[in-house]
């Protein structure tokens, strides 16, 4: 229901991106007497909705919309920013107004870089895709090409260039108070394709020249050099990640020519990954890194304690996070949850250490009782230790269930501890649940993630198929009660499993999967170069084996498929194709088609439906009880 808070510069009030009929988005905005006014709502059809907003000043809003338009006959994702006031009124587009050709960055409406925190007016630094004008006829016509920074009023929609355009621009970091540090450029091959390196420079302090930072090498979905995210302007340093000891590590570089590097944080066992970013400025205050758990190193002693004395007073939130903060950082939003407790957001007074509840994140969840998730560890084939995630039905004995493997999507992605609507869902209706991590996933280090789930198929797919036997072997399941379900490259890894044990799964689901790899690869030559996409999905000489519709023959059990027609991830033509293939080998198969929908399938009555009919479609085809 509530998918975004943000809190006003003054600390006042606060402004919710909430759920709307079952796929619109809409704003919502607290009043200067405590009330909740809706000003802003998009209905989803046609499908646009808002990803976030937040406040540029104490009265006036700054929110992103993405919606899905058509090119040459295919889907393609779009955003636009607009402003407007508190109270519903004054309502402008951010995104500047070009006069454009048949350009893919027609499509990128520009994003928030700086919210100037030190500027008392309505001003912010925006990311701006300049691209030339064509069929203008004049003079006056826009003729620079690439990404720039302007400064916007927000109010009045003047701009200015403060960054001019480069043709190989692909990045910008200001050091939270208006001041650009650093830049990346991606230069192009000779084919037109952007590079697999990405080159980073610096600015000092009170420097104007740019000079050499680093170099990213990009293979497939790793990366290899110092990688910036933030400039702290205090200490003069850039924070970013790189590789230490083969796992991605925090390091510190120093922006006053010297470029000395330090060392922040690293693990031997998971990748250090994420920045902990609050206030305006965004100030970086911690970083964060997962392993049965995600965790948080805090650099601000202040807001270390503040988060441990949270984590004491709310009861039953084991993760807690500051997603927000006023301009003076005295008013925080803060969003408190776990496995048993979807989250809710509230307002912290710093000053008089008073917390109220601002809205839980799905408030029709409240009183159901929500399943316990256990971090375990299972062997698989080779010996090899694999982490998952087991969901057991509330008040079960754990054994004798029903059982579900749920390979996560990515493939470079990992599950983690916490809600899950998907896993709470069918732990719900009487299943037990395990998400395995398998070889492949990210977050473990180079070796974990290996070729990535693609070229390393077999590894992932003998970890996923592993995760079933352990279920059996423990007893929570029996080998008529298995079923697999995944989403994306989950369901890629639903379909491909059968390649190695056909026998194994009695039901198969797969939500927007992937399922032929030379398609794939004539899905991403639009947008990638020719190495970029066999790093991705390997050799030519891999893609029949690595492709379920391409053996079909050697899938035995039931399988249901689901697809929005506009998914921008995964085209829809996979799961057709899929299904032609199932049906011409003989198998049984449904293919369940969504219109206007998207690889997230963003509609509650259609989740829902969707849910429904999985649990229907697994109970029939494993001879288990109707659901009570």
Request: net charge neutral; aromatic share 8%.
């Amino acid at each position: 229901m509530v998918r975004d808070v943000s809190v006003s510069p003054d600390g006042q009030r606060v402004a919710l991106v909430v759920a709307t009929g079952t796929r619109g988005t809409g704003l919502v905005v607290s009043t200067p007497d405590g009330q909740l006014k809706s000003i802003l709502n998009y209905p989803g059809t046609p499908p646009i909705r808002l990803s976030s907003c937040a406040w540029s000043t104490s009265t006036r809003l700054v929110c992103t919309l993405f919606g899905i338009v058509d090119r040459a006959g295919d889907p393609a994702g779009m955003t636009r920013m607009i402003a407007i006031d508190a109270d519903g009124s004054n309502a402008k587009e951010l995104s500047a107004r070009q006069k454009l050709g048949e350009l893919y960055e027609r499509y990128y409406g520009g994003g928030i870089l700086d919210w100037l925190p030190d500027d008392t007016g309505s001003h912010v630094l925006m990311l701006r895709q300049f691209v030339p004008e064509q069929g203008t006829g004049t003079l006056v016509a826009q003729t620079r090409e690439g990404l720039g920074i302007e400064r916007v009023d927000t109010v009045s929609l003047k701009r200015t260039t403060v960054e001019g355009p480069r043709a190989t621009g692909a990045d910008y970091i200001t050091d939270g108070h208006g001041v650009t540090r650093v830049m990346a450029t991606q230069p192009r091959l000779s084919s037109g394709y952007f590079g697999d390196e990405m080159v980073y420079k610096y600015r000092r302090a009170d420097g104007k020249e740019w000079e050499p930072l680093s170099t990213v090498k990009f293979t497939g979905y790793l990366s290899d050099g110092f990688w910036p995210y933030a400039v702290d302007r205090d200490l003069n340093v850039a924070y970013g990640f790189d590789n230490a000891d083969g796992r991605k590590a925090l390091y510190k570089v120093a922006l006053d020519g010297s470029l000395k590097r330090d060392l922040v944080l690293a693990r031997p066992d998971v990748d250090v990954d994420g920045l902990v970013r609050i206030g305006r400025q965004q100030r970086v205050v911690g970083v964060s890194y997962a392993t049965d758990r995600r965790h948080v190193s805090y650099f601000d002693p202040k807001i270390s304690a503040l988060v441990a004395s949270l984590g004491k007073a709310v009861s039953g939130s084991p993760s807690i996070a500051v997603t927000d903060a006023s301009l003076d950082e005295k008013k925080l939003v803060v969003f408190a949850g776990s496995d048993l407790n979807p989250g809710s957001y509230y307002l912290l007074d710093q000053p008089t250490k008073k917390m109220a509840e601002i809205a839980p994140a799905r408030p029709d969840l409240a009183g159901v009782k929500l399943a316990a998730v256990k971090a375990i560890t299972y062997r698989a084939g080779d010996g090899t230790m694999v982490p998952a995630y087991l969901t057991l039905p509330p008040g079960s004995d754990g054994k004798n269930l029903p059982a579900i493997v749920m390979p996560h999507g990515g493939p470079s992605a990992r599950d983690e501890w916490g809600f899950d609507w998907l896993s709470q869902f069918f732990a719900a209706r009487g299943y037990a649940v395990i998400q395995p991590n398998y070889r492949g996933s990210s977050g473990y280090g180079e070796r974990w993630f290996k070729g990535n789930g693609f070229r390393s198929w077999k590894a992932a797919m003998g970890d996923v198929n592993d995760a079933g036997r352990w279920l059996v072997s423990e007893g929570i399941t029996t080998p008529d009660k298995l079923a697999i379900v995944g989403w994306s490259y989950g369901g890629y890894a639903a379909l491909q499993s059968s390649m190695l044990d056909p026998d194994l799964f009695k039901a198969i689901t797969a939500i927007a999967p992937v399922t032929d790899l030379e398609r794939l690869r004539n899905e991403l030559k639009n947008s990638s170069s020719d190495q970029q996409v066999k790093d991705i999905i390997g050799a030519e000489s891999l893609w029949a084996e690595a492709s379920p519709a391409q053996n079909a023959g050697r899938i035995k059990a039931p399988v249901l498929l689901f697809h929005g027609d506009r998914d921008l991830n995964v085209a829809i033509g996979q799961s057709q194709l899929m299904a032609s293939k199932l049906r011409g080998a003989g198998r049984p198969v449904e293919l369940i088609e969504y219109k206007g929908l998207d690889h997230q399938l963003d509609d509650s009555a259609v989740r829902a439906a969707m849910l429904d009919r999985i649990d229907q479609f697994l109970r029939t085809t494993m001879k288990l009880p109707a659901n009570p």
